[in-house]
């Protein structure tokens, strides 16, 4: 939730009007004005009451108008509005239209109704309030979020037809899973049922989506299957239109041009479309009669809303199955801590595949140690490789397959450090990092240089131990691809990374480097893996290091063949890590039973609810000494964030508010009626409050 729009702006009284009162009264016209008096109210269900599209708290409720004559037809529930509020004309959604009011005082007229299309059904409306509620925002907050802007020349034209019923589709590679078959029954039948999926390795899962969501639409309900990224949502979109037809199937994406994301949200909102595929804008897309709503790889961080009040998609997709009485699918190769208490709480059922089945599709993983004298050693930098890595590589491309290299970084070298006593390597003119420019200069490579001053340092020298050799703390991907080429001539090189994703790879031999969440598809599948400098991903300081990295390690091992076929994965991993014997077990259940276990230990997230307040000290001690704290409340920190200033002290602070999962509600709306006293005192300073955050450490 934010604050920095500044409540100055609004010149209310200190404290708010009581609720459903009228924000501003009739001005007393002038005499060259036409009097108020002149409209009459509408003959029937004269109230309206509005939902202003105004981000401060202590307005987080509606008001009533009343609805003139001539707006009679036109001001139905959900439509847009302009009302005048606080001396200004302002935006906002007219929630539903009543008989009588409980303010006491002449009540303002709407100014007019922008559109008589009802965009906000109630439907939609308990939604964007259970949101906001669960996250301590606002209503309008959510709004910005659920509904797109409106396009006037999208919305007058005529809708599509509905589409017509699809043909229940083939299920039986569902078969393959248990509990697989029942839950495609129960979503026939239009039963809820709610199911986290561990796709197995290789596993064309957008089909598998597709025919969950084609099993829906044939009995008439809707689906909402929501993906991290844009690569995602063409595979899947592409197998929806397979089994439904494309005039049954949308793609919402936030991307899409005004006009075009517009013409489609209508179209689902209308019911022309029973299946919508998108990345996180598409969570809140108004379908009729949902059945379904699934999630690919929850916990990938593209799920999380940047924008106040945060919200999660796992969250609302659960908000939105449990209010519609709707299924709700998790699914994705790895497995997050949050989608394993779902099934220790038995609100979800496991949909895993039999340890026979999983084995027969696995590829075979090899785990190697960090060696550092041979990582010392200069023929060994040169490749970065062990010995069983050049094999498994070699034996692809005598399969004629690819291979695909993960790197845990973009770029060519991102850091360096002494090559004997491993110190970070800092400039000596402003103690910078040092890292290699790339290129080269009179045929020479170029020096290393400091990445804050620019300045080359020719004639480096440890200040620990007085080497003159250098290292790379992480070898990024430019810099791969260059010894890969040196180690493996006459073979192809790909990288996809942040310039350039590439969303597939023809299945001939070639080497594919890329960054994670980067990894194409291949045709046939990849002859191995190698999954580089585990140790910089297991080493992050963060709370999900270790599920992170397993998440990553499975989307790419997930692309090899099985092992039968020939399929290798070398993850450059310590063996006797958790992290890298569930995957070498390939068991994300187990890993994930682990975290939970953790984390209900050290009283982290999803145990624990938890709310970040960051901003200035003085901000966040305010905001603290107003924040009434459940009974298990605790307050952990502030600590500084960012650079400290000249004399030591922080600019930003952060602090953690712990309570209990029973208690979350109430913490929610603690900070919610924080920030609203916050709001009504006009206070200048921003400070940012988001409830359950993804970075805790």
Known sequence: MSSSESAALWELPEEPPPAKAAPSRARKPSKAQKPKGAQQPAPERPIARIVVDIPLAHLDRTFDYLVPEKLHDAAVPGCRVRVRFAGQLVDGYLIERGETSDYGSKLAFLDRVTSAEPVLPPSLHALCRSVADRYGGTLSDVLRLALPPRHAKAEGEPPPPPAALPEPPDTAAWGRYQRGPAFLEALAEGKPANAVWQA???????????????????????AVLVVPDHRDLTRVYEACAALVGEDAVVALIAGLGPAERYRRWLAVLRGAVRVVVGTRAAMFAPVHDPGLFAVWDDGDDLHLDQHAPYPHVRDVLMDRAHA?????????????????????????????????????AAPRVTPVGEDFDLARDEAARVARLPA????????????????????????????????NCRTPAHCRRCAGPLALPGGSLDGQPKPPACRWCGVPDTAFRCPACGSVR????????????????????????????????LASVPGKPSLVVCTPGAEPVAEGGYGAALLLDGWALLGRQDLRAGEETLRRWMAAAALVRPASDGGRVIVGAEAGLAVVQALVRWDPAWHAAQELAERRELGFPPAMRMASVEGSPDAVAGFLADLPLPSSGEVLGPVPIGELDEEGNAERERALVRVSRAEGKALAASIHAAAARRDARKATEPIRVQVDPLDLI
């Open 470 to 501: 250098l290292r790379a703390v992480v070898v990024g991907a430019k810099r791969t691809a260059e010894e890969l080429g040196r180690a493996f001539p006459g073979i192809p090189i790909r990288t996809s990374g942040a310039a350039e994703v």
């Open 200 to 222: 197995l390795p290789g596993e064309d899962w957008p089909r598998r989506l597709a025919e969950a969501a084609a099993t829906v639409a044939a009995s008439g309900r809707g």
């Open 324 to 360: 519609a009485k709707a299924s709700l699918l998790v699914g994705g190769f790895a497995r997050t801590a949050e989608a394993q208490l779902l099934v220790e709480s038995g609100w979800a059922a496991p949909v895993l595949a039999e340890r026979a089945v999983l084995r027969s």
């Open 388 to 419: 069983v890595a050049f094999e498994a590589a070699r034996q692809a491309f005598a399969a004629n397959l690819p291979a695909l290299v993960q790197v845990p970084r973009r770029g060519y070298v991102p850091g360096l450090a002494c090559g």
